[in-house]
């Protein structure tokens, strides 16, 4: 599966609109093709030039909408001063590398993750050309009952 530029670029410049990130930012939109680029898409972001590099795969996508992924990665964009504060907060509270940064940082990272995915399935809902949601994610995703396996039992 490849994405098309052209639609790609319509894609980008509605989102700018419907999130409001016009002005003062600027967005520009990158192809990925180093096999070795794992994720759909990426966001770059230099908040004191208010510029960010939205990248995606050109060659490995995983996810069959595109908008979506568009959609997640502005998101990402538009909350990232909550982001790095909390990031912040993390660093000056844990220490690097202990058991409880990782485990706060990962929690934290992880929340991210999903509330972007959520904002992104209501917008979608709302504003979406296409409502399809992406499953590609799911296939290289364990089964529910594979993830039982090698548990002990609790009796």
């Not at 192809?31 to 795969?57: H, S, Y």
């Amino acid at each position: 599966m490849t994405y098309d530029s052209k639609n790609a670029a319509r894609l980008l410049a509605k989102w700018r609109d419907i999130l409001r990130l016009n002005e003062p930012w600027s967005i520009r939109l990158d192809w990925v093709t180093d096999p070795g680029f794992a994720k759909t898409g990426d966001i770059r972001i230099d908040c004191d030039d208010r510029k960010a590099v939205l990248m995606i795969n050109g060659i490995n996508p995983k996810h069959e909408n595109l908008e979506e992924v568009i959609c997640h990665e502005l998101l990402h964009l538009k909350l990232y001063p909550l982001d790095q504060v909390t990031e912040g907060l993390i660093e000056a509270h844990y220490e690097k590398d202990s058991t409880a940064h990782t485990f706060v940082y990962t929690q934290f990272m992880t929340s991210l993750e999903q509330t972007v995915e959520e904002l992104t399935k209501c917008f979608l809902a709302a504003f979406g050309e296409n409502k399809t949601l992406s499953y590609g994610r799911c296939r290289t995703q364990k089964s529910f009952n594979d993830l039982f396996d090698g548990l002990k039992s609790l009796k």
